[in-house]
């Protein structure tokens, strides 16, 4: 190999006037714009590029250790290097680049391909020869500088070539971003559980397949071919593991990477910067705009130590321990039902069943009869199962295995106090945006809204407790930031838009003047639609639209009546089935029924019968697996098999209606939900009638559910059999487009405002008008003011939502007229896409 052609690309890469010794910037930001200037001289880069290389310091830290740091610019900012080059700032007395951490080394990086690779390797072997670190700090001789960031090339010409191990196989890397710590963390935990020595070789340089940082320092970028190869024992399976696992990877890489695409490509609603600072784009969990400083909140994850002890004193701690725990969560849900509310605390109380879950206990005390310790027995039936429930690919059973981890570590540090491993969350600095990779619930309901102004994780979805919690909370918050959000730097500015999922990094003055200017003109329009909440929904021509409220128990009530709703549009009665470990019986039903009814004081009450299968399981049921639940036996079909589950819930809602009327409080109305012909309501009325003329009943309006394009297709057809239809256009929607809507992925593409499924609503609404029957909604688009406008143009005659958006939903409809709400609908159904209906909300306002 000649050793000439490296030398001479090194050289050209970094010249001696683009050292610069002894310089003394003031900051971080005055450092980098210094280094980019000696680039720009030297026709490297355009000046357009110093605001790119702030930008991407902004997005990750590139203080690369020892004093030395690499700053460069965004990959989508490339065009705008003229040509390949390096420069060199010495800063002797150093310069903070981030709290505890000192440059001495800057060397900033301009390039359009990988030109500068040689020198990133040298700088990798440089930081570990700390003396010869020290010594360029404050030499005063550029060609020590130039001589130490070219040696590399010589090292590889002379080196003895690299030779791979006996046993090997070709590899093109098929990641989009490369191999970045996410996928090369699962490379070396595969290689660790085998004996057999495993490496890659790239080109001559060769990294430990088992040595994270090993892998990261080849710099793999899509494209680049490797061969991996092993020696040893099960050298052969541990590539064949290796490489399975490898390939595997590749899709998840793919969809994270064009999902991170289309959402950074989303249209913004609402408030955007002037200035377009860098910012990471998430999936909005919870609405609002809040300006503060970024806090990591890392959790240190230390072994489980395996300490076995005799049998009957690990049970009997065991034992102590979920008793304890089942105080601490008791404790939880009822500071959580002060401060939030009911239906936040319901979370904790679901919770507190996981621990009577008999496979896991059985599963523990397995594990501690083969001889292993109380704690590790413990977190590892935890892990075993929580893995078990992310593994089936569904949204709400992963937030269930989330939700048996945090309570997982509850128990587990009562077993073993010592194991309370701190998460920093009781040291937050004042006005922070919380990053993390994720949070628990326990972690979200206690945390300080005086002191948390957001949240921001990297994974998680937006139908995740602790994403409903934030929104209890009032925190605007973001999930599925990816990995890019925890590579921020501790302390940066930010804003956080908790609708469009976004966090905005280093914003300038005029970012933050705009950001606050926004935010106080939200508070003073909630000011407005608060104040004015009790007012009916009556548009400016004097057409009503009925507002109420979701809930699922009667002490819901008065805080949905407290934010101006006219009743109850939907009573979710699977939670009375979701939050016991057993059936409720028929007379712990009607005394909730009752309650609910005297809490409404003669309002309106809608009772959706039990709604059970797809996203919501109840493991007491005993339902059968089924590998796509949403499409399986749910809603009416599951009650039209189990009679031993509907009757009851029917005498119990008759017997209430007939109770009731002896008190006058008002009929319920029954709606069933997942009607998908004729024949099932048809079949359901039957029963209703055979149970009220067993009890001697008032009869009671029967509605149903539309959430299935046939149910709306067929609308005309079913609104023979119907009291009053209510759209459910969560599962409408996600029926319609074919999106899970609990899929984090996708989340963001299942948005009610597609034309399609307005067009399935306009349907609903002129089949139910064949025979003069109401129409309402009850899913998510009700609660969205844009969505009530839309509505109510198409005709639907009650939105139903939860209590905290019916405020706004109030005042919008409020300041408009039926004419203008029917041209808006007429225009939405004529769009192509979701994002053109949005684009109306602006036109609108």
């Given at each position: 190999?000649s050793?000439a ?5 090194a ?5 001696r006037?683009l050292?610069?010794?002894?310089a003394?910037p003031a ?5 980098i714009r ?5 680039l720009?001289a ?9 605001a ?9 830290n590139?203080?690369l250790g020892?004093g030395?740091?690499i700053?460069?610019g965004?990959?989508?900012d490339?065009h705008?290097v003229?040509r390949n080059g390096?420069a060199?700032?010495q800063?002797?007395?150093?310069v ?7 440059a001495h ?7 359009q391909s990988d030109a500068?690779i ?12 700390n003396?010869?670190l020290?010594?360029l700090?404050?030499?005063?001789k550029v060609q020590?500088?130039v001589?130490a ?7 590889i ?8 191990l ?5 590899w093109?890397?098929?990641?989009p971003?490369?191999l970045?710590?996410r996928?090369?963390s699962?490379?070396v ?8 020595r495993?490496?890659l070789r790239?080109g001559?340089?060769i990294?430990d397949?088992k040595n994270?940082?090993?892998l990261l ?7 680049d ?13 541990a590539?064949?593991?290796?490489k399975a696992?490898?390939n595997?990877i590749?899709?998840q890489e793919?969809?994270?990477t064009?999902a991170?695409?289309?959402?950074a490509s989303?249209?913004?609603l609402?408030w955007?910067p002037?200035q377009?600072p860098?910012a990471i784009?998430g999936?909005?969990a ?6 503060g400083?970024?806090h990591?909140l ?15 004193q690990?049970g009997?701690?065991l034992?102590?321990?979920?008793n304890?725990t089942r105080?601490?969560?008791k404790?939880?849900?009822d500071?959580?039902a002060?401060?939030l509310?009911a239906a936040d605390a319901?979370?904790f109380k ?5 621990l009577?879950d008999t496979d896991?206990i ?6 501690m009869v083969?001889?292993?310790g109380v704690a590790?027995s413990?977190?590892?039936?935890v892990e075993?199962?929580a893995?078990?429930?992310s ?6 059973l992963?937030g269930?295995?989330a939700d ?9 540090t ?9 998460d920093g969350?009781s040291e937050l ?5 919380l990053?993390a990779n994720?949070l628990?619930?326990?972690d ?10 957001g949240?921001?994780t ?25 990995a890019a ?5 501790e ?6 838009d908790g609708?469009?999922g976004?966090?905005y990094l ?5 970012d933050l003047?705009s950001?606050r200017a926004y935010?106080?003109e939200?508070?003073?329009?909630r000011?407005?639609e608060?104040e ?8 400016r021509?004097?057409h009503r639209v009925?507002?109420g409220a979701n809930v699922?128990l009667?002490?819901?009530?008065p ?7 006219e009743?109850v549009?939907l009573?979710?009665?699977e939670f009375?089935?979701?939050e016991?470990?057993?059936a ?6 009607y005394?909730?029924?009752m309650a609910?009814?005297?809490a409404l ?11 059970i ?11 059968p697996h089924?590998d796509n ?7 009416a079909?599951l009650l ?7 009757d009851?819930?029917?005498r ?12 006058s409080?008002?009929q ?12 099932e309501?048809?079949?359901l009325?039957?029963?209703?009638e055979?149970?009220r003329?067993?009890?001697?009943a008032p ?5 149903i559910?539309i959430?299935?394009?046939?149910a709306?297709i067929?609308a005309?057809a079913?609104a023979?059999?119907?009291d009053?239809f209510s759209i ?6 996600q ?5 899970d809507r609990?899929n984090p992925?996708?989340a ?10 307005l067009?399935l609503?306009?349907l609903t609404v002129?089949g139910?008008?064949y ?12 609660g969205?003011?844009?969505?009530a406008?839309l509505?109510?143009?198409l005709g639907?005659?009650?939105l139903?939502?939860?209590p905290?958006?019916i405020?706004?939903?109030k005042a919008r409809?409020?300041?408009t007229?039926?004419?203008t709400?029917k041209?808006l609908?007429?225009k ?8 053109e209906?949005r684009a109306?909300?602006g036109?609108?306002?």
């Amino acid at each position: 190999m000649s050793i000439a052609n490296p030398m001479i690309a090194a050289a050209a890469l970094l010249p001696r006037e683009l050292v610069r010794l002894g310089a003394h910037p003031a900051d971080k930001e005055s450092t980098i714009r210094e280094a980019a200037q000696l680039l720009i001289a030297a026709g490297c880069i355009d000046p357009a590029y110093a605001a790119s290389m702030l930008k991407r310091e902004a997005l990750a830290n590139t203080f690369l250790g020892h004093g030395v740091v690499i700053p460069h610019g965004l990959g989508e900012d490339r065009h705008l290097v003229k040509r390949n080059g390096i420069a060199v700032l010495q800063v002797p007395a150093g310069v903070e680049w981030n709290p505890g951490q000192t440059a001495h080394l800057v060397v900033a990086i301009a390039a359009q391909s990988d030109a500068h690779i040689a020198i990133l390797r040298r700088l990798t072997r440089l930081i570990q020869d700390n003396s010869r670190l020290v010594t360029l700090f404050v030499t005063d001789k550029v060609q020590d500088i130039v001589d130490a960031l070219s040696e590399d090339a010589i090292e590889i010409a002379s080196a003895t070539p690299a030779t791979d191990l006996a046993e090997h196989f070709d590899w093109s890397v098929p990641y989009p971003a490369g191999l970045h710590a996410r996928p090369a963390s699962r490379w070396v935990e595969t290689a660790r559980s085998f004996g057999a020595r495993i490496q890659l070789r790239f080109g001559d340089q060769i990294a430990d397949a088992k040595n994270l940082v090993s892998l990261l320092q080849l710099g793999l970028r899509f494209g680049d071919r490797v061969v991996i190869s092993a020696e040893g024992r099960n050298a052969g399976s541990a590539l064949i593991r290796l490489k399975a696992v490898i390939n595997s990877i590749t899709a998840q890489e793919k969809t994270d990477t064009e999902a991170a695409a289309r959402r950074a490509s989303a249209p913004v609603l609402g408030w955007s910067p002037p200035q377009v600072p860098a910012a990471i784009a998430g999936i909005g969990a919870s609405p609002g705009l809040a300006i503060g400083v970024v806090h990591r909140l890392s959790v240190s994850e230390a072994p489980i130590p395996d300490h076995p002890v005799p049998l009957a004193q690990g049970g009997e701690l065991l034992h102590q321990a979920l008793n304890v725990t089942r105080l601490q969560l008791k404790a939880v849900a009822d500071d959580t039902a002060r401060r939030l509310g009911a239906a936040d605390a319901a979370i904790f109380k679901a919770q507190a069943e996981l621990l009577n879950d008999t496979d896991l206990i059985t599963l523990t005390c397995q594990l501690m009869v083969e001889g292993h310790g109380v704690a590790w027995s413990w977190h590892q039936a935890v892990e075993r199962m929580a893995g078990k429930l992310s593994a089936l690919g569904n949204a709400v059973l992963a937030g269930r295995a989330a939700d048996l981890r945090d309570v997982g570590r509850r128990v587990l540090t009562q077993i073993d106090p010592s194991l309370h491993g701190g998460d920093g969350s009781s040291e937050l600095p004042a006005n922070c945006i919380l990053l993390a990779n994720d949070l628990s619930p326990s972690d979200t309901a206690m945390l300080d809204p005086q002191r948390v102004v957001g949240l921001a994780t990297a994974q998680g979805g937006p139908t995740s407790h602790t994403a409903i919690l934030a929104r209890t909370l009032g925190l605007p918050a973001l999930v599925a930031g990816g990995a890019a959000l925890l590579d921020v730097s501790e302390g940066v500015a930010a804003i956080i838009d908790g609708q469009n999922g976004r966090l905005y990094l280093n914003p300038s003055p005029a970012d933050l003047a705009s950001a606050r200017a926004y935010i106080e003109e939200q508070q003073a329009v909630r000011a407005r639609e608060a104040e004015q909440r009790s007012l009916p929904a009556q548009t400016r021509d004097g057409h009503r639209v009925d507002i109420g409220a979701n809930v699922n128990l009667p002490d819901q009530v008065p805080i949905a009546l407290s934010q101006g709703a006219e009743g109850v549009g939907l009573m979710r009665t699977e939670f009375l089935f979701l939050e016991q470990g057993s059936a409720p019986s028929e007379d712990q039903q009607y005394e909730t029924y009752m309650a609910m009814a005297r809490a409404l004081d003669g309002r309106p009450l809608i009772v959706r019968a039990l709604d059970i299968g797809g996203d919501k399981q109840v493991a007491h049921l005993d339902l059968p697996h089924e590998d796509n639940p949403f499409l399986g036996v749910r809603g009416a079909r599951l009650l039209l098999r189990r009679s031993d589950l509907l009757d009851p819930q029917l005498r119990a809602l008759y017997r209430a209606a007939k109770d009731g009327a002896k008190l006058s409080i008002p009929q319920f109305k029954i709606m069933f939900p997942m009607i998908t012909s004729a024949p099932e309501i048809i079949a359901l009325r039957a029963i209703c009638e055979r149970i009220r003329n067993e009890l001697t009943a008032p009869v009671l309006p029967i509605g149903i559910m539309i959430e299935v394009p046939a149910a709306a297709i067929q609308a005309d057809a079913l609104a023979r059999h119907s009291d009053f239809f209510s759209i459910g256009t969560n599962d409408l929607t996600q029926y319609v487009l074919a999106i899970d809507r609990q899929n984090p992925e996708l989340a963001a593409e299942a948005d009610s405002l597609h034309p399609a499924v307005l067009r399935l609503i306009r349907l609903t609404v002129e089949g139910a008008a064949y025979h003069g029957r109401w129409v309402g909604v009850c899913g998510g688009l009700a609660g969205d003011p844009f969505g009530a406008m839309l509505l109510t143009g198409l005709g639907v005659h009650e939105l139903s939502m939860t209590p905290r958006d019916i405020p706004a939903v109030k005042a919008r409809l409020r300041a408009t007229d039926l004419a203008t709400l029917k041209l808006l609908a007429t225009k939405a159904l004529s769009a192509e896409t979701a994002a053109e209906v949005r684009a109306l909300d602006g036109a609108a306002q």
